[in-house]
């Protein structure tokens, strides 16, 4: 078993505590320490270690309760007065079709690795995935509320901004596959990033439903 999970836990450890006690010290430290597990995670990922498909599946499933959680959190305190946090028909609305499009092409990266086509349908995942970050810092600079509005607008940004880092770390995770090329990298990552990329965009169909529908 590889040392990295557990070091990993412990840098988003000390970051959050960090914020929350708005320590710089330990934003340095975070920033060290993230260079060097970035630096082992790219040694691990060029070479052919056995890895486990199930402890990813177990992570997915950790995602899943914390997602969840907010989910009850924003229908608990959901009154006949609160409102969304942006209306359903403007820029989420949009944010459905390029997630589920760059759902599509990653797809097609997916099933053509290896051919002269694979990097385009990478580039267009990457493309579309970054128009939507692009696309949620515009609506959250348009919102007409704040986070310490109430309880429930709180949920509602804490479940937004959750999807958001989420979609950051996607985009992250391809971009090394289109830099290093889908045939330096180990087979494992490459299905690693593309099914989390899928959870991206299917957890976003869920938070479109709870936010701004319900």
């Known amino acids: 078993m590889s040392w990295l999970p557990l070091y990993n836990a412990w840098i988003v450890c000390l970051a959050l505590v960090s914020l929350f006690l708005w320590k710089l010290l330990g934003v340095v430290v975070l ?22 498909v ?26 006949c007065s609160s409102e969304a946090i942006s209306s359903f028909l403007e820029l989420p609305f949009l944010g459905c ?14 099933h053509s690795v290896g051919l002269a086509s694979s990097s385009l349908f990478l580039l267009l995942t990457l493309f579309l995935g970054f128009s939507f970050v692009v696309l949620q810092v515009f609506e959250v600079y348009d919102c007409e509320c704040d986070w310490v509005y109430s309880v429930y607008y709180a949920a509602c940004f804490s479940t937004v901004g959750l999807h958001f880092l989420h979609v950051v770390i996607g985009l992250v995770g391809l971009a ?22 899928h959870f991206v965009d299917y957890i ?6 709870v936010v701004y529908l319900s």
């Open 204 to 209: 976003w169909l869920l938070v479109y439903l």
């Open 97 to 110: 079709f390029l997630l589920i499009g760059s759902s599509l092409t990653v797809t097609a990266y997916h």
């Open 31 to 52: 920033l060290v320490a993230l260079f060097l597990s970035l630096s082992y995670l790219l040694k691990e990922s060029l070479g052919n270690a056995l890895h486990y």
């Open 54 to 79: 199930y402890a990813f599946w177990l992570f997915i499933m950790t995602e899943v309760l914390i997602f969840g959680s907010l989910f009850v959190a924003v229908f608990w305190n959901e009154s």
């Open 176 to 197: 090394v596959i289109f830099v290093f090329g889908d045939v330096n990298l180990n087979v494992f990552y490459n299905d690693v990033v593309i099914w989390y990329w």
